[in-house]
């Protein structure tokens, strides 16, 4: 790779259209609203759908290519001006939480849109191939696990394991993807890429608090999710005394209280019991079974270790009879110091103040630094909020993090030889 050019060498000064970018935040977030602010876009669903055809229509009408994979991720692409290279890509995700907010995943990949009408504007090709990622199911919440089409895409997962999980109604990714008509056929990891670049929300309160224009994501902490389920014996609420009962809710609350006590005892460690089912969930029944699903996160391999450790320790202690499995097990990742370097540099050449920090948040990115070099950009989020209808983040900090991308890709251009 030759010296990091200066910010200033890039022959041309191109700038994203904030208004432009704003507007099809606003446009696009018909696509599943939810309430006032909100999202309700779960992966595969119709409203993922709705979305996928609008971006699908929107690449195409800017020239580019538009190829499916064999789960559902799409790849937009400009091709380059010189032969033989590989894509930069950026990319994010479309779908969203249940009632998640209008910002996440979508961010990036509209402003991966932007850079596509920019470009074409200037009628400037970049020296590579220039694509546009929408992953498959990066939340996570209707299949599990997260970050689900970016993982197959590398290799992480196999395709029929994926294809067979299921949704609490039992519908299959394999049926969801055929239901909305993007069950590709690309192999997965077909595009080789020389550089991928995803910009996010940080979906936390440390830049708002830090009063920095964007985060500079150094890496992405690691996670596991597991399952608990407890037994015990559904009895009339009435007539079964209290002393005989087996009551699977009351052992499930001692597991919740039991996961804040394992992530309080491991420091910067997080965990929370985000789903929990009671069967027969009724008012009048003494619970028979209860489900829950835990999400534990670290920086540190060790640190997860730890805590699975403890927790299973204090299930085993509280509810003999549970059963805990391990959903999924993602280690924490550190990003392209090359390309955090780079956007470190446009950052400076754009006057926005930077903090380096690594990412609470699982994403995509997390996956794909294992195929290509990667970095990720953050914008703040108000009052930390992610995940929740009234995430927000203002159409400047947005318009930011997309010039601060469309800066590093044209960077990446000139550097990679990919
Ligand atoms: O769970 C995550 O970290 C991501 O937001 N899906
Ligand atoms: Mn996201
Ligand atoms: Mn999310």
Same mark, same amino acid.
């Given at each position: 790779?030759?010296?990091?050019?200066?910010?200033?060498?890039?022959? @041309?000064?191109? =700038?994203?259209?904030?208004? $432009?970018?704003?507007?099809?935040?606003? *446009?696009?977030? $018909?696509?599943?609203?939810?309430?006032?602010?909100?999202?309700?876009?779960?992966?595969?669903?119709?409203?993922?759908? !709705?979305?996928?055809?609008?971006? !699908?229509?929107?690449?195409? &009408?800017?020239?580019?290519?538009? !190829?499916?994979?064999?789960?559902?991720?799409?790849?937009?692409? @400009?091709?380059?001006?010189?032969? /033989?290279?590989?894509?930069?890509?950026?990319?994010?995700?479309?779908?969203?939480?249940?009632?998640?907010?209008?910002?996440?995943?979508?961010?990036?990949?509209?402003?991966?849109?932007?850079?596509?009408?920019?470009?074409?504007?200037?009628?400037? *090709?970049?020296?590579?191939?220039?694509?546009?990622?929408?992953?498959?199911?990066?939340? /996570?919440?209707?299949?599990?696990?997260?970050?689900?089409? =970016?993982?197959?895409?590398?290799?992480?997962?196999?395709?029929?394991?994926?294809?067979?999980?299921?949704?609490?109604?039992?519908?299959?990714?394999?049926?969801?993807?055929?239901?909305?008509?993007?069950? /590709?056929?690309?192999?997965?990891?077909?595009?080789?890429?020389?550089?991928?670049?995803? @910009?996010?929300?940080?979906?936390?309160?440390?830049?708002?608090?830090?009063?920095?224009?964007?985060?500079?994501?150094?890496?992405?902490?690691?996670?596991?999710?597991?399952?608990?389920?407890? =037994?015990?014996?559904? *009895?009339?609420?009435?007539?079964?005394?209290?002393? @005989?009962?087996?009551? *699977?809710?009351?052992?499930?609350?001692?597991?919740?209280?039991?996961?804040?006590?394992?992530?309080?005892?491991?420091?910067?460690?997080?965990?929370?019991?985000?789903?929990?089912?009671?069967?027969?969930?009724?008012?009048?029944?003494?619970?028979?079974?209860?489900?829950?699903?835990?999400?534990?996160?670290?920086?540190?391999?060790?640190?997860?270790?730890?805590?699975?450790?403890?927790?299973?320790? !204090?299930?085993?202690?509280?509810?003999?009879? &549970?059963?805990?499995?391990?959903?999924?097990?993602?280690?924490?990742?550190?990003?392209?110091?090359?390309?955090?370097?780079?956007? $470190?540099?446009?950052?400076?050449?754009?006057?926005?103040?930077?903090?380096?920090?690594?990412? /609470?948040?699982?994403?995509?990115?997390?996956?794909?630094?294992?195929?290509?070099?990667?970095?990720?950009?953050?914008?703040?989020?108000?009052?930390?909020?992610?995940?929740?209808?009234?995430?927000? =983040?203002?159409?400047?900090?947005?318009?930011?993090?997309?010039?601060?991308?469309?800066?590093?890709?044209? $960077?990446?251009?000139?550097?990679?030889?990919?």
């Amino acid at each position: 790779m030759t010296a990091v050019l200066q910010a200033t060498d890039v022959p @041309l000064r191109l =700038s994203v259209d904030a208004d $432009r970018l704003w507007a099809d935040l606003l *446009a696009t977030a $018909r696509f599943g609203a939810h309430g006032e602010t909100g999202m309700h876009r779960l992966a595969l669903g119709s409203a993922d759908e !709705e979305v996928r055809r609008w971006f !699908e229509a929107e690449c195409r &009408a800017l020239g580019c290519t538009v !190829e499916v994979d064999r789960i559902g991720n799409m790849f937009a692409t @400009l091709p380059g001006s010189e032969p /033989g290279l590989a894509a930069i890509a950026v990319g994010s995700h479309l779908d969203t939480q249940p009632a998640g907010g209008r910002f996440d995943g979508i961010l990036g990949i509209l402003a991966g849109v932007e850079i596509l009408r920019v470009l074409k504007a200037s009628g400037r *090709a970049l020296r590579h191939p220039f694509t546009v990622v929408n992953w498959t199911n990066e939340e /996570g919440s209707r299949f599990s696990p997260a970050m689900m089409g =970016s993982g197959v895409f590398c290799g992480v997962h196999d395709i029929e394991t994926i294809y067979a999980r299921v949704d609490k109604d039992g519908v299959t990714v394999r049926e969801a993807l055929g239901a909305i008509g993007y069950r /590709g056929e690309c192999a997965p990891g077909h595009l080789p890429m020389a550089a991928y670049l995803e @910009l996010h929300i940080e979906q936390g309160p440390v830049l708002e608090a830090d009063g920095s224009a964007v985060g500079i994501v150094t890496g992405v902490q690691g996670l596991r999710w597991l399952d608990i389920r407890m =037994s015990g014996t559904e *009895a009339h609420a009435g007539a079964f005394p209290m002393g @005989l009962r087996e009551d *699977a809710l009351v052992f499930a609350a001692k597991a919740v209280l039991a996961v804040e006590k394992v992530a309080l005892k491991h420091p910067p460690g997080v965990a929370t019991v985000g789903y929990i089912h009671a069967v027969p969930n009724s008012r009048n029944v003494v619970p028979g079974e209860v489900r829950l699903e835990i999400d534990m996160r670290h920086p540190e391999e060790s640190g997860l270790a730890a805590m699975e450790t403890d927790l299973t320790n !204090e299930i085993e202690r509280l509810a003999p009879g &549970a059963q805990l499995s391990v959903v999924w097990r993602k280690a924490p990742v550190v990003f392209d110091a090359a390309l955090r370097e780079v956007i $470190r540099q446009e950052a400076e050449g754009l006057c926005l103040s930077a903090l380096e920090m690594v990412s /609470g948040a699982g994403h995509d990115a997390a996956h794909v630094a294992a195929k290509a070099p990667t970095a990720m950009i953050f914008i703040p989020s108000r009052e930390g909020l992610s995940h929740n209808e009234r995430e927000y =983040s203002s159409p400047q900090q947005c318009a930011n993090g997309a010039d601060l991308l469309l800066r590093s890709v044209l $960077r990446a251009d000139e550097l990679f030889h990919g």
